[in-house]
Each structure stands twice: as structure tokens, then as C-alpha cells.
């Protein structure tokens, strides 16, 4: 199989620049999963209230926001593909049309932080009342965001270890499948 290294300097540059702003910010550190995403979150009878985790070997004391970035990650990468695409056609449409980036979180993520809000802020947590709800909601928001990137940075690290141990290209595809 060819070569499909990422260039390592890069990938070292980025983790230094990561560690930076992780040990810089105020994020709150909890005991979490470690490895939170979809496929580690089983719904009973598809109810989506009463989840069950599963391959819990990563956890431990972890970022809250990291959790919450990989557990909604898809959500994200799926939001932006369909803002893309409305932004192609508005372009087609309209030849002053303005830039599409969007860094709003998924309705999915924003369900969940506030139901957390709700519920952490019923069991005597942070802040009391609607406006505590509000505000740890929106707490988590940011955290998930300015986690997200470091959720793909670790992705990076991921397929770079795989590529070099990889036998074939359908092997890696399936750690893809699997990992993501």
C-alpha cells in the first residue's frame, strides 16, 4: 500500500497546540466514559431516556466537554455537510449569497444539554432554578465546542497509528467503520 502518512511535524505541532489550550481553559474535569460515542450508547427498547454505556475501559477522570464532542460528533459532521449543501444551492441561486459556516450546535446536542442543566441542577447542582439550567446548558455547549476539535486531532492520531499498521486498505476501512 502507498503512502498515506500525515506529515508527523504537523500532527505534533497540533497536539502541543492542543495540550496548550486544554491546560489554559477552565473546563471542568468529571468522571467519564472516555470513549463516549454513538456506538458505545445502547438504547433500551429505543428509548432514548434510558441508555446504557458500554466499553467502559477508558474510564476515568476525563474533560466533560470531550465526552460530550465525540458523543455528538456525527451530529456536527452531518449538520455542516447539510449546511454545505444549502449553501451551494443559495450560491447557484444567488451570486451575492453570504459564507455558510455555522458553529451551532446540533438540536440533538442542545436537547441533551439542557436535559443534563435540568437534571443536575434538580439534584442540587450548580446554580438553582430555570436560570442555573440555562446557564450550565450553556456551559456544556461550549465546552463540546471547543472540544470537537481536539475529538478529530485524536482521530488524526488514530488512523496515522493504523496506517502504519495496516495490512491492507479493507482492514483499515473496518477500524474506520468500527472506531467512528
Not at 454505556?53 to 460528533?73: C, Q, S, V
Amino acid at each position: 500500500h502507498g503512502q498515506r502518512q500525515l506529515p508527523m511535524d504537523e500532527l505534533q505541532a497540533a497536539c502541543r497546540a492542543a495540550r496548550q489550550a486544554v491546560e489554559a481553559s477552565r473546563a471542568v474535569v468529571v468522571f467519564g466514559h472516555g470513549d463516549l460515542k454513538p456506538a458505545n450508547a445502547l438504547l433500551r427498547g429505543g428509548q432514548p431516556t434510558a441508555p446504557r454505556f458500554i466499553d467502559l475501559e477508558l474510564a476515568g477522570p476525563t474533560y466533560r466537554g470531550y465526552d460530550l464532542a465525540k458523543l455528538f460528533r456525527r451530529d456536527v459532521l452531518q449538520q455542516h455537510c447539510q449546511h454545505q449543501q444549502q449553501h451551494q444551492q443559495q450560491q447557484q441561486q444567488s451570486a451575492d449569497s453570504s459564507a455558510c459556516a455555522s458553529d451551532e450546535p446540533s438540536p440533538a446536542l442542545r436537547r441533551f444539554a439542557a436535559e443534563y442543566a435540568s437534571h443536575a441542577i434538580g439534584s442540587g447542582g450548580s446554580g438553582g432554578g430555570a436560570e442555573g439550567g440555562e446557564r450550565l446548558a450553556a456551559l456544556l455547549l461550549r465546552e463540546a465546542h471547543f472540544f470537537e476539535p481536539v475529538s478529530w486531532l485524536e482521530a488524526a492520531l488514530v488512523f496515522q497509528f493504523a496506517w502504519t499498521h495496516t495490512q491492507s486498505d479493507d482492514a483499515l476501512w473496518q477500524l474506520a467503520v468500527h472506531r467512528w
